[in-house]
């Protein structure tokens, strides 16, 4: 499940040239973060679940689900 989320992540970001801008969480990055109550990188099944498991999603600098 590691290499679907870098996937998603870093390699999206270096096929778009965009590495260190986006798909990482860093100072002056644009990023969106979300918060699950359990790992998803070692069950994607997690991931597939959010209604269950997605219990923050921060998209902007804005919270669009805070559910801790």
Same mark, same amino acid.
């Given at each position: 499940?590691?290499?679907?989320?870098?996937?998603?992540?870093?390699?999206?970001? &270096?096929?778009? *040239?965009?590495?260190?801008?986006?798909?990482?969480?860093?100072?002056?990055?644009?990023? &969106?973060?979300?918060?699950? #109550?359990?790992?998803?990188?070692? #069950?994607?099944?997690?991931?597939?679940?959010? &209604?269950?498991?997605?219990?923050?999603?921060? *998209?902007?600098?804005?919270?669009? *689900?805070?559910?801790?």
């Amino acid at each position: 499940p590691i290499e679907i989320w870098r996937s998603a992540t870093t390699v999206a970001a &270096d096929l778009f *040239k965009m590495s260190g801008t986006v798909g990482v969480v860093a100072p002056g990055a644009h990023a &969106d973060l979300l918060v699950y #109550d359990r790992n998803p990188v070692e #069950d994607l099944s997690v991931a597939m679940n959010p &209604d269950r498991h997605l219990k923050l999603i921060a *998209k902007g600098g804005w919270f669009a *689900k805070n559910a801790l």
